[in-house]
């Protein structure tokens, strides 16, 4: 059973809360007297509802609206003087964020009730975490995400290279970010390198560094990228894409783990652990001949899959609420949330762009919404069709309702002639006329 609790923010009169607790004995009522202890207590502690008694109209309008901004995780539920909704800027807060208000003099009941439903409401749209989960910058609960977040805190416990795989945009430089956290390593630097974006004449010196004088324009030493890494993780963006001549360069670092720079003769030790990520399948490109066979060995000692967004269909509601919070800033604050349809589309949606897909298409919701809801409109998706048997479903009942009022109307609402015409029994004719709802 979810405690019911409340955050109460009550500047003033202590009698009306006391009135409140009395009514409301099974919830856990916390009060604070301003908002910024306010602020203090929801840092400590979770809530889903707060009340705001006789705040509204008693302090600058634009600090509690900073206010509610920071908090529209919390259902808000106003109560003040109805002189303070003569104002426009207090009237468009009350109706932006607060889900709902009531003004003196005070009906408990019917603010006890309000918070109730408020609740309610509030617990059907919260997204339910697993127990057991533990906090981490890899959102997602579903079995992929668990295995792949207790594979991450494994690896990261020992210094072996580790070659995560996985498509566009579906996480493989977080889970690098997050096995180097979670490692020995994680006071050191991390340094990722996308092998992919760096032009093929400046790779070489960009990750060995070079010594003055090695080139025309090589006015002073350079620490290279892989050598900027030292105590720390180097993480090999896009290794797919790493030039042939360059692969037997590294190759070479991951035998010696020294590097030598461009123009140098001596080698240079450096400790760094290797974190490489593809989103080919390196195998065939060994196969192909693009890629050497021993390095792929070397860096795939550890190998790690991040899955395709729509194989993990279950964290899509979690993974979408969670960026809906992240870019709050830069949605209307009339905006709630996702609608139920919007939940459907999000569900049918096959992801090919995988979470980048779902951060752009919900920062683009929430810019473009309307409404308080993102609908399937705003994601630039498109409702699922229902399945055929809810359409066979449908067009039965309708076509049922039509050949009764079409009957009822012939037989001048007669029950007993309508229900023979169409060669049912009477009480049959009585338990459709109830099934849809008509009267004769
Ligand atoms: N499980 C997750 N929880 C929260 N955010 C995620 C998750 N997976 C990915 N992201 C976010 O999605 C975006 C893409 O992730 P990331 O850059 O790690 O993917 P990638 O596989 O390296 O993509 P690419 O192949 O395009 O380089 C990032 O903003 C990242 O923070
Ligand atoms: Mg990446």
């Known amino acids: 059973m979810v405690p019911k609790r409340l955050l109460c923010i009550s500047p003033g009169d202590p009698g009306a809360i006391d009135a409140l607790r009395a009514e409301m004995p099974d919830w856990q009522i916390r009060t604070v007297r301003s908002v ?102 890899l959102i997602g ?48 630097p991390l340094v990722p390198i996308n092998c992919g974006a760096i032009a093929p004449n400046l790779i070489h010196s ?84 693009d890629f050497r066979e021993d390095l792929y060995y070397r860096l795939s000692v550890l190998p790690l899959t991040v899955p395709a967004l729509r194989e993990r ?5 979690q993974l979408a609420e969670h960026f809906f919070h992240q870019f709050a800033s830069d949605r209307s604050p009339r905006l709630r949330g996702f609608s139920s349809k919007a939940l459907a589309a999000i569900a049918a949606h096959d992801w090919p762009g995988n979470v980048r897909e779902l951060i752009n298409r919900v920062r683009r919701a929430m810019v473009m919404a309307d409404g308080k809801w993102i609908e399937p409109d705003d994601l630039d998706l498109v409702m699922p069709s229902p399945p055929i048997e809810a359409v066979l479903d449908d067009a039965r009942c309708s076509s049922e309702r039509l050949a009764i009022r079409t009957c009822l109307d012939r037989t001048g609402q007669n029950v007993s002639r309508a229900a023979r015409d169409l060669g049912v029994s009477r009480t049959t004719m009585y338990r459709l006329l109830a099934k849809h709802g008509m009267r004769p």
Request: charged content about 25%.
């Open 36 to 137: 910024d202890e306010a602020r203090f207590e929801l840092r400590q502690d979770a809530y889903l509802v707060g009340l705001l008694m006789q705040v509204i109209g008693s302090r600058a309008c634009s600090d509690l609206e900073r206010f509610l901004r920071q908090h529209s995780q919390v259902q808000w539920v106003g109560v003040f003087g109805a002189e303070a909704m003569g104002a426009p800027a207090w009237r468009d807060l009350v109706a932006d964020y607060l889900c709902d208000y009531h003004t003196l003099p005070l009906d408990t009941r019917r603010l006890v009730h309000t918070l109730g439903h408020v609740l309610g409401h509030a617990l059907l749209r919260r997204p339910r975490p697993r127990p057991g989960s533990q906090p981490s910058s």
């Open 206 to 289: 960009e990750l060995f560094g070079y010594e003055r004088g090695a080139f025309t324009g090589a006015a002073r030493d350079k620490v290279g990228l892989i050598e900027s890494a030292n105590g720390g993780t180097l993480f090999l963006d896009e290794i797919g894409d790493l030039p042939k001549d360059l692969q037997s360069n590294l190759l070479r670092f991951l035998q010696d783990k020294t590097i030598i720079r461009l123009g140098a003769t001596r080698a240079i030790p450096v400790d760094v652990r290797v974190i490489s990520a593809s989103h080919v399948d390196l195998q065939q490109a060994v196969a192909r001949g």
């Open 141 to 188: 609960n579903c079995d992929a995400m668990q295995r792949l977040r207790g594979q991450v805190e494994r690896v990261a416990k020992v210094d072996a290279p580790v070659l995560i795989w996985g498509e566009s945009g579906s996480g493989k430089e977080l889970t690098a970010q997050a096995i180097h956290r979670q490692s020995l390593r994680s006071t050191g």
């Open 313 to 317: 269909r279950q964290d899509l509601a």
